[in-house]
């Protein structure tokens, strides 16, 4: 078995992200749900697509010679966004389709000199898009509209 199959649940949770994201339009990527907020609607999709990118593919590959930044310059719309997010992650699945689950174990020594196993750098990842997930469907409903049945 390899770590796509091990953590196939990911599948439906990027379906559900995207099927919340597809619910805003480009001007609602500014909402930010209070003041004191540091991240609007757009900051947080752009942040599960740095920290996949980052963990995977700067973090355990070393593809990038830093943590990726993706700015709302370069990403401004909500059709940019979500193709940032299918790219990412179609980078990121193939990648999970070459590791078979005895190298889940692995330790990976990160740019900041902490030692974690892959497989909880994987559970981190997924768990971060779950939490920011939440997070866009609360916005949702501030804006008045339904968040999708997850």
């Not at 001007?27 to 697509?49: C, K, M």
């Not at 590959?61 to 979500?82: C, L, M």
């Not at 902490?114 to 909880?120: G, R, V, Y």
């Not at 939440?134 to 804006?143: A, D, H, I, Q, V």
């Amino acid at each position: 078995m390899n770590a796509r199959e091990v953590f196939g649940h990911w599948d439906t949770v990027r379906r559900d992200l995207l099927r919340g994201l597809e619910l805003f339009t480009d001007e609602e990527l500014d909402f930010r749900p209070a003041p004191v907020y540091q991240r609007t609607v757009g900051d947080i999709a752009r942040h599960i697509a740095e920290a996949e990118d980052g963990w995977f593919h700067y973090v355990v590959r070393g593809e990038h010679s830093a943590w990726p930044e993706y700015s709302r310059d370069a990403y401004p719309t909500r059709q940019s966004v979500i193709n940032l997010l299918e790219r990412v992650h179609e980078k990121t699945l193939a990648w999970l389709e070459t590791v078979d689950e005895d190298d889940l174990d692995q330790v990976i020594r990160t740019p900041w000199n902490a030692e974690l196993s892959l497989q909880w750098i994987i559970w981190h990842v997924l768990e971060h898009e779950i939490h920011h997930r939440g997070e866009l469907y609360l916005c949702l409903g501030l804006l008045g509209k339904e968040a999708p049945d997850i």
